[in-house]
């Protein structure tokens, strides 16, 4: 399954950026460059969705944001972070 949020994006006076889902609670990144604050947000979003989901990815997720709804401060900015997440169905003698 593939599964986009926006994320919030903050850049930092020293070239590294800060971020967070705004619709995932909770789930924060940081990179030293924008190529790993992204790298590093798709590693959390994957997290976040595997931890609060479980087995069954249609319950807990979270609505998605249009991002003209979200509420940016001055320099950030939004970019969609997609994950493909695959969930093994179990199994049974």
């Not at 940081?30 to 990815?57: F, Q, S």
Request: net charge negative.
């Amino acid at each position: 399954m593939t599964f986009t949020y926006p994320a919030v994006f903050t850049p930092n006076e020293d070239g590294s950026f800060d971020g967070y889902f705004p619709d995932l609670e909770g789930c924060v990144f940081h990179g030293e460059n924008l190529d790993d604050a992204i790298n590093n947000a798709i590693e959390e979003e994957r997290e976040w969705i595997t931890v609060e989901t479980g087995d069954d990815p249609e319950e807990g997720l979270p609505y998605v944001s249009d991002e003209e709804d979200l509420d940016l401060k001055e320099g950030e900015f939004v970019r969609n972070i997609a994950v493909i997440i695959h969930f093994e169905v179990g199994y049974s003698d």
